[in-house]
């Protein structure tokens, strides 16, 4: 049982799905996910593969400043992944609201939403950087270090 | 007789089922994988990829959507896997063959179709409108793809005067297995759902097709499934061009070495085509698929 139970944490670092939602961003975070997988940088070498079903993920990559229309929409795609699950921040906006902080129209911190595992800096950050989050979250699966693990294990 | 019963579920459990197949499966994905990035610029997924992507969808959590009976949920694709496995049993690769008679060849493929059955009413069943949208694709193509597919075979088996798969690979190469390896072939990139028939789970349109809202063990069970079929179907083609060889290791030999040739040829088709329309992939079916399957019944009446 437990040759399986390590098979399958170590399957978590070597297999990181990832699905994006743009909860309000300029876009920049968006173009710079896309040169993740282009031939440049291609994240397919560590087994990363953007999925469009939230269903098949396990990486929830999360650009923008949460805005009030998009908090239930992340909440929602949030739970549709099965768990475990590790949340990624991109850039300065889910950190901290950047240029848009103060604003009344969005919530600002993208941990008053869903719980967040990882945050990179940036705006908009590296596509390097964006991979090398990637690849911590998938270690951070494999190890059972991520929000979701966490509850999962003490509830 | 308990000889039979142990050499069959060998035959299923082992080689060249559930366990040779998934294995040479996720090899022959990884190829496609790999010579995919090639081709594209990219480095490509490690060796292990399509066995890690399984063991990891095992380990998660797995999500019913709502309204959707559990019981059908489940047991789609363990039907799928089944149904695949038991196909790749019959199939008479060298040390195989334990489960041969007269028309198992009927079998083999009413158990190929089963998988694309399957997934047709997966898509309806999970509720999803993109995954309905798939299955009505899927349902088409079932239609176009099986005209070569169905002909290639038919054709063989009146040339052969048998329905049984083992004649199959004894039989000398000519003209006519030649143009029955080319009918399989040009259904193959349906049943495969690779570039230019990638229509029925076609990603950037309608998320990921028909399955959708699969997740968790379901959905490595059909991965599983999937890798099976590549096996399955890339050894079809693979088992016509044995016949003049008699020794089993060359033979098993080829039989590898035509798989991933079969397979590194699909890879460049998709690399080098768009996704189809439907209606465009079902008239390329019926415009060369007929002719395919005119041309296979003449080679084997006539030459």
Redesign the interface.
Known sequence: MSVF?R??????K??PWVFRVNAGSCNGCDIEITPCF??RY?G??I?ALM???P??A?ILLISGPITLRTKEIVKDIYQ?I???KAVIALGSCPASGNVFSGSPTIVGSAEAVVPVDLYVPGCPPRPQQILEAIQLAAKMLEKGETHSQKEAHYG | MDNWWLRALFSIFIWPGLLCGALFGWLLLWIN?KSL?QL???????F??P??????L??????IPVGVSWAIFYSLPIISLFSIVFALAILPVPWGGAISFEGDLVLFIYLLEMPALIDILAGYATRSVYAQVGSTREALLTIAYNLPFLSGLIALALRLKTFQLSVFTSAPISIATVITALALFIALLAQLKVNPFSIPNA??EI??GI??????LP?ALFELAHALEVSTLAGLIAILFLGAITAPWLKLVIFIFISILIIVLVSIIGAGTARLKVQHAFRFYWTWGLIAAVLVFMASLAL
Not at chain 1, 7 to 12: G, H, N, P
Not at chain 2, 40 to 46: D, K
């Open positions: 139970s098979l399958i944490s170590y399957s978590r070597r297999s282009s031939p291609d397919e070498q087994g999925q469009g079903s269903k098949h396990d549709q099965p768990s475990p | 994988r990035a594209q610029g990219r480095q490509g997924p490690p292990f990829q066995f890690f992507d399984f063991w990891k095992i380990g998660k959590k797995t999500i990603e950037q998320v990921a399955h959708v809202e699969y997740n968790g959905l």
